[in-house]
């Protein structure tokens, strides 16, 4: 049976305010019970009948919701006239769908994966690129993007690849073909006539009684501009979020931006919850001291079931220029003498090649082989199970082997093909599931057994005229690709795959590159631009319950302790 609910304080104040507010919500707040409660109370409710939109950015934190609503029987059949999904649906669905995209005829159609669509002058042997390389206004080259599919600007003019990428978007708008990038250009051109935005508001208005944008963190400034305009608009607006978790800053991510809207709210419309349920009182410690010293006013207090566990935080210091392999073992005994299950005990880093050289793991950068390729989607599909993000791994493998199989040209041409196809509903898992059964890397088999076995799996369904041993060709790094985690090791994942999870225990992997510039940060130079890297550690650090383990260089260790123990935390040292 499900024990009551009985909200904090804090809590209570977010579920029975009405009209609209900025709640700062620290991690492990219970944030999503928190809002299962207040669409209870609108329910509740008689004297209007008008719907709540539910908003956030991620399918998982939709998804998270929704579940949570139905178990407490508070989805409604039809859902009309609430909604609940991604900011992007709801542009989409308010803005986009029934207006059309502004100065184009043509139906619109959705294209999620535009971003991949190859840019490549007409020319022998041009450098191909993606349209992510390209502003979407103007054609222009992105100079940092195109260096990481190698292509330097500073020694080939990029001229011929702009007016081809110029090409493609205008056709590409011509024909209605848009994906989420332009929903919100096309919103933000809507949005500018008077009459269009009055009209849309008071049609809106009419619909929901209030609209939740949870996870706020995670907006863009076009998400932002949007919110404003709602709230502008005469609705109610509650905006939920930790500013401190905004880490997509290659997606457009803000963080001075959400503190500057947060102060157009009235005093009383600026709501707190920093109770965490999550973690230990020695983490929550931790948490604070990890953000900048401007916001550590607010202390979070743990009031969970492990409020009362005394379990110090630990400091791996680590010596070399490189990630030492000798973390994950050391991270293990500490996982282990607690009791918890390695596979829960995620080591954390930007990237995975980072958190996985701390286990001895070999990983691949970029690589454009397409049995390179195949691998890598295998080992990632298989991996998903103890990682999550199943969905995604078999999307990807799925694209990869149409690849193979010459079924799309480039990567960007998977969704285009599963619609003209009638696949988009997904009947295509079982095949790859299959197949991705097929091709696990058994114990004792040799990458080039692996690889015949793969040459099998894809032959059949080979467009004519292609030979499956020219398509995926034996490699010296299939191996390397190949390389399963060691045995009884904590699993290596990027700390933005972890975001909105939690786990018993977590190792934040800290580079020599980067620490000391987070560090610099975290004491104050807060000018230094290095506020996103110190945000990801904080992060990292936020998804631990009982055991949260820091790996850094032996020469920031004791600044790191300096900065832990400065906010009350326990601290052990520990040299590897």
Request: charged share 20%.
């Given at each position: ?94 803005f986009i769908a029934p207006f059309g995209i502004p100065g184009c005829t043509v139906l619109p159609q959705l294209v999620v994966d535009k971003n991949n669509w190859e840019v490549k002058p007409p020319f022998a042997k041009a450098h191909a690129l993606t349209l ?108 939920i979020c930790d500013p401190q978790q905004s880490i997509f800053k290659f997606r457009g991510g803000i963080t001075n931006e959400l503190l500057d809207f947060a102060a157009t709210f009235d005093p009383s419309e600026r709501l707190v919850m920093n109770g965490n ?202 191996a390397t690709a190949l390389a399963a985690a060691p045995v009884d090791a904590p699993p290596p994942r990027t700390i933005h795959s972890a975001k909105g999870l939690e786990f018993p225990a977590v190792c934040v992997v800290m580079t020599s590159q980067k620490a ?61």
């Amino acid at each position: 049976m499900t024990a009551p609910y009985c909200p904090t304080g804090q809590q209570k104040t977010v579920i029975i305010h009405d009209g609209s507010a900025f709640v700062t919500a620290c991690p492990g707040a219970g944030k999503t019970r928190t809002l299962v409660e207040r669409a209870r109370h609108l329910a509740d409710r008689t004297d209007d009948k008008r719907g709540v939109a539910f908003l956030s950015f991620t399918n998982a934190a939709v998804d998270e919701l929704q579940s949570r609503l139905g178990l407490f029987g508070l989805l409604t059949s039809p859902l009309f006239p609430s909604f609940i999904g991604t900011f992007d649906r709801f542009l989409w669905q308010f803005f986009i769908a029934p207006f059309g995209i502004p100065g184009c005829t043509v139906l619109p159609q959705l294209v999620v994966d535009k971003n991949n669509w190859e840019v490549k002058p007409p020319f022998a042997k041009a450098h191909a690129l993606t349209l992510e390389c390209f502003d979407r206004k103007t054609g222009a080259i992105d100079a940092a993007r195109a260096g990481e599919h190698g292509f330097d600007t500073t020694e080939r003019n990029p001229a011929a690849w702009e007016t081809c990428a110029r090409r493609i978007i205008q056709s590409a708008r011509a024909n209605g073909l848009v994906d989420f990038d332009d929903v919100r250009s096309c919103v933000a051109e809507r949005l500018g006539d008077t009459n269009f935005a009055e009209r849309v508001g008071k049609a809106l208005a009419a619909r929901f009684r209030e609209i939740v944008v949870d996870e706020a963190q995670d907006c863009n400034p076009s998400d932002l501009s949007v919110v404003h305009w709602l709230r502008r608009s005469g609705l109610s607006v509650k905006v939920i979020c930790d500013p401190q978790q905004s880490i997509f800053k290659f997606r457009g991510g803000i963080t001075n931006e959400l503190l500057d809207f947060a102060a157009t709210f009235d005093p009383s419309e600026r709501l707190v919850m920093n109770g965490n349920f999550r973690s230990t009182a020695a983490i929550c410690s931790a948490i604070v001291a990890l953000r900048p010293p401007s916001a550590r006013v607010d202390k979070d207090e743990a009031i969970g079931k492990h409020k009362d566990d005394a379990t110090p935080i630990h400091l791996l210091s680590y010596s070399g220029n490189g990630v030492s392999t000798a973390i994950g073992a050391k991270f293990a005994d500490l996982v282990r003498s607690l009791d918890i299950t390695i596979g829960h005990a995620p080591l954390l880093a930007s990237t995975l090649s980072s958190a996985s050289k701390a286990i001895g793991q070999p990983t691949l950068g970029k690589t454009n082989e397409k049995s390179l390729l195949l691998a890598q989607a295998v080992m990632s599909y298989h991996f998903s199970f103890t990682s999550g993000g199943r969905r995604e791994a078999l999307a990807s493998l799925h694209r990869i082997i149409l690849f193979i199989q010459g079924h799309i040209g480039t990567m960007g041409d998977y969704h285009a093909h599963l619609a003209e196809s009638g696949m988009i509903d997904g009947r295509w898992r079982p095949d790859v599931i299959a197949v991705a059964n097929e091709l696990r890397y058994e114990p004792g088999e040799t990458p080039s057994q692996w690889l015949a076995k793969a040459r099998l799996s894809v032959e059949a369904d080979m467009v004519r005229g292609l030979n499956v041993n020219q398509r995926l060709r034996s490699h010296a790094n299939l191996a390397t690709a190949l390389a399963a985690a060691p045995v009884d090791a904590p699993p290596p994942r990027t700390i933005h795959s972890a975001k909105g999870l939690e786990f018993p225990a977590v190792c934040v992997v800290m580079t020599s590159q980067k620490a000391g510039r987070i560090l610099d940060y975290l004491e104050g130079d807060t000018t230094n631009g290095a506020d996103e890297d110190a945000r990801k550690i904080y992060v990292a650090a936020s998804r631990a319950e009982r055991l949260l383990v820091m790996a850094i260089p032996k020469n920031t260790a004791g600044r790191m302790q300096a900065l832990l123990t400065s906010v009350g935390c326990a601290v052990e040292i520990n040299k590897i």
